[in-house]
């Protein structure tokens, strides 16, 4: 049973753009929420989190925003840069330090 | 500042040998460690995670074991491998209420 979900694979955006990765959960005892970047040969990078009292949290670049009625959490990148190419995960936790991820979407940013 | 440790970063081993790798974080104290698997084309699957010395967590069923000998090194084992062990490990660290930080991964390829 996958309890965080990823529906699209990879998603290609133009320099400048905005992207916008997605993620479903069905869990609702899930109330901390993360995004990781991650670059071939690497581990993943923490990118931003929020929790489940805020519906939206903003870092440069970088936004995340969450409906939990939905059980729905997206990640918005403006502009896109072609080093944000990478693979995003999403994941969840349900009041522990345990986390359960997505399956990853691939983001290409073209010029 | 707090660092990950994780090797090799890439092992190719026959079937039926013994697997040991390792990974210590260094700059911090009491972390909770995990050991990940990411196999081709899927998400991040949580394998183990420890607390504290000696306190072992098992997420799956499997072919594997880990171990915490110290407090800062962690430990994944593997007795006898089998050919569906292969894919990319990632250890990681976290502090209570903090993202999880990940090593760079290695890479097992089973023959």
């Known amino acids: 049973d996958q309890q965080v979900k990823q529906n699209s694979p990879s998603l290609s955006v133009q320099e400048g753009r905005i992207s916008i990765l997605n993620c479903d959960y069905t869990n609702s005892m899930f109330d901390y929420f993360l995004w990781y970047k991650k670059y071939p040969a690497e581990g993943p990078t923490f990118l931003i989190s929020?929790?489940?009292?805020?519906d939206k949290n903003e870092d440069g670049r970088f936004t995340v925003f969450l409906n939990k009625s939905a059980k729905h959490l997206s990640l918005h990148i403006v502009p896109s840069q072609p080093g944000d190419s990478a693979v995003y995960f999403c994941a969840a936790s349900a009041g522990t330090d345990k986390l359960i991820f997505g399956t990853g979407t691939r983001l290409q940013v073209f010029p | 500042s707090q660092t990950i440790h994780q090797w090799p970063a890439t092992l190719v081993q026959p079937v039926g040998s013994p697997l040991s790798l390792e990974c210590t974080v260094e700059?911090?104290?009491?972390?909770?460690l995990y050991w990940y698997r990411q196999a081709a084309g899927r998400g991040l699957q949580l394998l183990f995670y420890?607390?504290?010395?000696?306190?072992i967590s098992s997420e799956v069923p499997q072919n594997l074991s880990a171990s915490r000998p110290q407090d800062r090194q962690f430990i994944l084992s593997s007795k006898k491998l089998l050919l569906s062990d292969s894919g990319f490990y990632l250890c990681a660290w976290s502090v209570r209420n903090q993202p999880q930080h990940f090593g760079d991964g290695t890479r097992l390829s089973i023959l």
């Open positions: 700059g911090t104290s009491n972390p909770n």
């Open positions: 420890s607390v504290g010395i000696g306190q």
């Open positions: 929020i929790s489940s009292i805020k």
